[in-house]
T-cell receptor, first 113, second 114 residues
Framework: EPEVTQTPSHQVTQMGQEVILRCVPI?????FYWYRQILGQKVEFLVS????????KSEIFDDQFSVERPDGSNFTLKIRSTKLEDSAMYFC???????????FGSGTRLTVV | AQSVTQLGSHVSVSEGALVLLRCNYS??????LFWYVQYPNQGLQLLLK??????LVKGINGFEAEFKKSETSFHLTKPSAHMSDAAEYFC????????????FGKGTTLSVSS
């Protein structure tokens, strides 16, 4: 069964550093998403991406965040200057149809120290 | 604005007992509803979805959910719990075809004892 692949599985970074989280969505999917889950809390929507542009973003997705689809396969989330409160599990998801169930990756655990 | 409310952050059942995880939604238009499961240290796996077809939806691992518009509910059930069902369960909603991205409830932790 097709999978959404995320790398790395765990990243530790110092406060103020830039990080890039990488995702390879399922190849025939058209909509791409980033979510985060702070330990013990709910899964929160960050941003959706369609047709090479952001289609929707949450209040969490401020100027320190950006997304890119640099080629036909990768989808990245960049955090420019990490803060301690950015420590969370970040999930990438994709879907072919907007109102269909999303396929999630296994996540990247980001730890900011 | 759409949202989902999961009643009970923690549910405990005995192996073989009925599992009932509650979810109520709030949406101004017909919603699309989903249940996801998250096992420890893993990603989110789709259990089942309701997208305006049959109101009783069957999913993987013996789970099913019934969409009840009059009660604005989409509760998840399984007739007989297995130890392997212990996990975090999330209800989620998309507000129809013109809706926003998938929005999750706070989750319910299911514990199964022998």
């Amino acid at each position: 069964e097709p999978e959404v692949t995320q790398t790395p599985s765990h990243q530790v970074t110092q406060m103020g550093q830039e990080v890039i989280l990488r995702c390879v969505p399922i190849s025939n999917h058209l909509y791409f998403y980033w979510y985060r889950q702070i330990l013990g809390q709910k899964v929160e929507f960050l941003v959706s991406f369609y047709n090479n542009e952001i289609s929707e973003k949450s209040e969490i997705f401020d100027d320190q965040f950006s997304v890119e689809r640099p080629d036909g396969s990768n989808f990245t989330l960049k955090i420019r200057s990490t803060k301690l409160e950015d420590s969370a599990m970040y999930f990438c998801a994709s879907t072919r149809f907007r109102d269909d169930g999303y396929t999630f990756g296994s996540g990247t655990r980001l730890t900011v120290v | 604005a759409q949202s989902v409310t999961q009643l009970g952050s923690h549910v405990s059942v005995s192996e073989g007992a009925l599992v009932l995880l509650r979810c109520n939604y709030s949406s101004s238009v017909p919603p699309y509803l989903f249940w996801y499961v998250q096992y420890p240290n893993q990603g989110l796996q789709l259990l089942l979805k309701y997208t305006s077809a049959a109101t009783l939806v069957k999913g993987i691992n013996g789970f099913e959910a019934e969409f009840k518009k009059s009660e604005t509910s989409f509760h998840l059930t399984k007739p007989s719990a297995h130890m392997s069902d212990a996990a975090e369960y999330f209800c989620a909603v998309i507000e129809g075809q013109a809706g926003t991205a998938l929005i999750f409830g706070k989750g319910t932790t299911l514990s199964v004892s022998s």
